[in-house]
């Protein structure tokens, strides 16, 4: 992994432009079926109080609307339309994206795509398989013991369940450490991803430390441990 390095003081002018969004599925030899999710991907961060990813997605063929959930991925920078029902067969479908739904965390509104069409064909195989809830002890504290070597030091926050989970970082105004089922509003995953925005502190490892940087996967376990309720 290459070296740490400090989060932005400031933006320039000319990064203050618009806040890209990209299709990454369905492309154009992809195949939809089942319950296949869309999936979009942003140039930039979003901003979790000025954000509403339920109302990003509009997916509709004629009259018929379709309906999903939509998870979201700070580690990837991504944003994914999960619908409630199988896709229909035979069907064209169209994805519209709401603009004034986005805002990234350094101030851009978002410049989205044009409504894209595609099709669906009949599901194959079964529903996906039960994946068991990610819990600190076992998944996220192995991840972390290179970083327990500097922050069992007097002052930092310890890495443990307690001290992270639903408490406020004193470092970071009017910010939780870990909120329960918030990945985008937590410091903790904020200071991990790849691009770290100035509000959120110093990136972490910091600049100065010796320490790695996690890498993609732990950090997205990280993200999934939070988003499916941070359990101890």
């Not at 618009?18 to 140039?43: M, N, Q």
């Not at 991803?193 to 990280?222: C, K, N, Y």
């Amino acid at each position: 992994m290459g070296a740490c390095v400090s989060a932005p003081e400031g933006l320039a002018d000319g990064d203050l432009d618009r806040l890209e969004v990209e299709i990454v599925h369905p492309d154009a030899d992809a195949i939809i079926d089942g319950r296949s999710p869309l999936v979009v991907r942003l140039d930039g961060p979003w901003d979790p109080l000025r954000s509403n990813p339920d109302a990003f997605f509009t997916v509709t063929s004629g009259s018929i609307r379709m309906y999903g959930q939509v998870e979201t991925s700070l580690t990837d920078l991504e944003m994914r339309f999960v619908p409630i029902e199988p896709w229909r067969a035979g069907l064209t479908w169209t994805v519209s994206l709401n603009a004034g739904a986005l805002r990234g965390l350094d101030g851009r509104s978002a410049l989205v795509p044009d409504p894209t069409g595609f099709s669906a064909v009949p599901a194959e195989g079964g529903g996906p398989a039960d994946v068991a809830a990610l819990s600190f002890s076992t998944d996220v504290a192995p991840l972390l013991t290179d970083c327990a070597s500097c922050h069992d030091g007097e002052g930092l926050v310890a890495l443990t369940a307690d001290a992270l989970v639903d408490q406020h970082s004193s470092s970071v105004p009017d910010r939780w450490l870990v909120l329960a089922g918030e990945p985008e509003r937590s410091v903790l995953l904020n200071k991990l991803v790849d691009a770290p925005v100035a509000r959120f502190g110093t990136v972490m490892p910091p600049p100065w430390s010796e320490q790695p940087r996690l890498s993609r996967h732990a950090v997205r376990t990280i993200e999934a441990w939070i988003e499916q309720g941070a359990l101890p």
